[in-house]
């Protein structure tokens, strides 16, 4: 699994998806999962940029493995932020008027649609925050 760590700072979020994209330009992964795992490390990469360790700036850590035969991408967000389980918050519901609807929920509700699975723990001081696509 290859890793990257760094400042959980928006700024620093194109050098993210940059790191993952070319694991999956790696392993040839099409284009739609391609774009709908980028989608889900930008929602997920932003939220610890902007929440995890608020007002202040911590660590992230992005470990990202693919696996060729069938091809199936595991991408793990660690940060020492305050511990937080975005699968606990009810889903977006959208079925409302966009001026109806409780404000955030939106991107992890993408994630979750968009992911194979997705999985919180939270282990020695860390969130760890794990998507699988297959692709």
Same mark, same amino acid.
């Given at each position: 699994? *290859?890793? &990257?760590?760094?400042?959980?700072?928006?700024?620093?979020? #194109?050098?993210? /998806?940059?790191?993952?994209?070319? %694991? @999956?330009?790696? $392993?040839?992964?099409?284009? *739609?999962?391609?774009? #709908?795992?980028?989608?889900?490390?930008?929602?997920? $990469?932003?939220?610890?940029?902007?929440?995890?360790?608020?007002? %202040?700036? +911590?660590?992230?850590?992005?470990?990202?493995?693919?696996? *060729?035969?069938?091809? #199936?991408?595991?991408? #793990?967000?660690?940060?020492?932020?305050?511990?937080?389980?975005?699968?606990?918050?009810?889903?977006?519901?959208?079925?409302?008027?966009?001026?109806?609807?409780? /404000?955030? +929920?939106? =991107?992890?509700? @993408?994630?979750? !649609?968009? &992911?194979?699975?997705?999985?919180?723990?939270?282990?020695? =001081?860390?969130?760890?925050?794990? /998507? !699988?696509?297959?692709?």
């Amino acid at each position: 699994m *290859k890793e &990257m760590s760094l400042p959980a700072k928006t700024e620093n979020l #194109q050098t993210v /998806i940059d790191f993952v994209t070319d %694991e @999956l330009e790696s $392993f040839a992964c099409p284009l *739609k999962a391609r774009l #709908q795992i980028e989608l889900a490390v930008e929602e997920i $990469f932003v939220n610890i940029a902007r929440y995890a360790y608020r007002p %202040e700036v +911590g660590e992230a850590t992005v470990r990202c493995a693919v696996d *060729k035969e069938p091809l #199936q991408v595991v991408i #793990q967000f660690l940060d020492q932020g305050k511990p937080y389980n975005p699968l606990t918050k009810k889903d977006a519901d959208t079925s409302l008027p966009a001026e109806e609807r409780e /404000i955030g +929920g939106l =991107g992890i509700l @993408l994630v979750k !649609k968009s &992911m194979d699975s997705i999985d919180y723990e939270y282990q020695d =001081g860390k969130n760890i925050l794990t /998507i !699988k696509k297959n692709a």
